[in-house]
C-alpha cells in the first residue's frame, strides 16, 4: 500500500519529494537521488520528461526507486501517450508495485528538446483521472471491458492556484477531484498571499474537506534562476520581494538564502488550515531536502514498512 | 475555408526542374482569399519562374490558368482539351486540389506549390486565423462558440491549464488563451456553469477511425 496513503489516512503532515531522471540510460542517477532522499520524504515523485526535455522514462525509474525500497509517485503527462499507452502504462505500474500517480497534462511539445513533435493530448488531465479511477474502482478500462484485476493506486493531480483566471481555479480543483484525485501537489508556493487566497476559495467550497492538498516548494538556488523561473518558467510566480531578497545576498550565500526562504515558507504554509503535508521540489538539488525537512520540523518521517 | 502560403521558390524550382512545358494551375476559391493560390498569385509565381529560367539559361515555358475550384471535379474535367500540351502541372490548389487534378489526370506529373495550413477565417487584412480541425463532432455549443480542440494548445475540454496568463497561453504570450476566451463568452450568457461538468473523451474515431473520410449523400447525387 502507499506509504503516502496510509500517512494521509493516518491524519499526519506528509512529505513528498522530487527526483528528476537523468538524461541517460544510468541507473546510478536514480540510485543516488534515492540516498540523498531516503528518509527524509514519504513518497518521492518522478517527473516525466518534464519541459517536454527526453530523459529516462518515468515508469523505469520509479521502477528503480522501488527496488530501493522507496514509495514513488509515477508522474504520467497526457502530451505522450494516447489512451491505450496511458492505460496500459497504469497497468504496468501497479504490477510493479507503484501505488501512487499523479496525472498531468504536461508542458507543451514546444519548450523541449523535440519542438517537432507530434502532441499527443488525446485525453486531458481531468478525464484521465477519471480513466485511472474508473480501472481501480470499477476494474475496468475506458468502455467498459473488465480488466483481469485492477491497479492499485493512489491517483494525485497538480493545481496551480498563480495561474489565471484565479475564479476559475477552484472549479478546476473541484473537477480534478470529482474525476477522482485523491491527493492535490500544487505548483511552487512564493506568493503566500495569492496561494492563502487560493486555499480560502477552496475551503469555501469545501474542497478541503475532499482531498488531500500537498503545497508545493522550491529552493530558489541563487538570484538568477529565481529570475530565470518567474520570466521563463510556465505558472511560477515570485514576488519582486523575494527576488529582491535573493539579488541582496552576495552570491556564495544565496542558496542558504533559497533554503531560509524554503523553511519560512513551510512554516508559513503549515498555519494555513487544509494544508495536508508539502512537496519539495528541488530540482538538481536533493542534497538540499533533507536540511529543510529538518528545520521545518518535519523529521523523522514515520518509518516505511514494505508490503 | 482552407489557408494556405506558397512553398519557398527554391523548392518549387528544384520540382519542377526536369520539366520544360508546365501549367500553372491556380484555384480561385480558399487559396485566393489567402492570396496564396488565386489568378493574381499564378501569373506571379509564374513569371518569377519564368525570369529565374531565363537568368539560368533554361529553356521553360510556363503558361498559366485559373479554374474557380480545383477540388471539384466538374471544374477540372474542361483541363482535358489543353493539358496534353504541358509535361507537368505546377498546382496552386490546396491539399485537395492538387490531389484531385492528380485523381482526373494521372498521366502527367503534378507538382504542388503551396503548403496546406488549416481551417480557419480571415481576421483582417492579411491576418488569417485557424479555428477548426474538422473532428466531425462539433462541440462549439458547449464552449460558447470558441474551440477548444483549436485554440487550446493542448486540445483540453477541461481547461484552462496551470500555464494559462494574464489571459495568454503558456506556448506563446502572443497567443490568446482559448479558455479566458470561452470562459469571458460563457460568463456573457450567464452560461458558467457548464464549465463545472466534466466532459468526457473525445470520440477521434469520427476524424480518423476509419482512416480518410467520405460523406456520401444519395440525395444528392444523380
Sequence with gaps: MSQLKKILDKGDLAVTAECGPPKGADPEAIFKKAELLRGKADAINVTDNQTATVRMSSLAACGLLISAGLDPVLQVVVRDRNRIALQSDILGASAMGIRNVLCLSGDHQSFGNQPQTMGVFDLDSIQFIQVVKTMRDEGTIWGGEPLTKSPELFIGAVANPFADPLGFRPVRLAKKIRAGADFIQTQCVYNLDRFEEWMNMARERGLTEQVNILAGVTPLKSSNMAKYMKKRVSGIDIPDELIKRMEETPKNRQRETGINICVETIQRLKEIQGIRGFHIMAIEWEEAVGEIVGRAGLLPRPSFDQD | ??????????????????????????????????????????????????????????????????????????????????????????????????????????????????????????????????????????????????????????????????????????????VPCAWQLIIERLSKFNALDRLEKIYQPKDWSMKQGLGPRNIIREDQQR
Design chain 2, 1 to 174: 475555408m482552407i489557408t494556405a502560403e506558397q512553398k519557398p521558390i527554391d523548392e518549387i524550382r528544384e520540382m519542377i526542374a526536369p520539366y520544360k512545358r508546365i501549367l500553372a494551375l491556380g484555384c480561385g476559391s480558399c487559396v485566393a482569399e489567402c492570396a496564396a493560390g488565386g489568378e493574381k498569385e499564378t501569373a506571379m509565381l509564374a513569371s518569377t519562374l519564368r525570369m529565374a529560367a531565363k537568368i539560368d539559361g533554361r529553356d521553360l515555358l510556363i503558361h498559366e490558368k485559373t479554374v474557380d475550384r480545383q477540388c471539384v471535379k466538374d471544374f477540372i474535367l474542361p483541363l482535358d482539351d489543353i493539358i496534353d500540351q504541358y509535361d507537368a502541372v505546377l498546382s496552386l490548389g490546396c491539399g485537395a486540389g492538387v490531389q484531385a487534378v492528380a485523381e482526373i489526370f494521372p498521366d502527367v506529373p503534378i507538382i504542388p506549390a503551396l503548403n496546406t495550413e488549416f481551417i480557419g477565417e480571415t481576421r483582417d487584412q492579411g491576418y488569417w486565423v485557424e479555428n477548426c480541425v474538422g473532428c466531425g463532432d462539433c462541440v462549439l455549443y458547449d464552449f460558447g462558440g470558441i474551440c477548444p480542440l483549436t485554440r487550446c494548445s493542448k486540445r483540453l475540454l477541461n481547461g484552462p491549464c496551470g500555464g494559462s496568463r494574464d489571459g495568454k497561453c503558456e506556448v506563446d504570450p502572443e
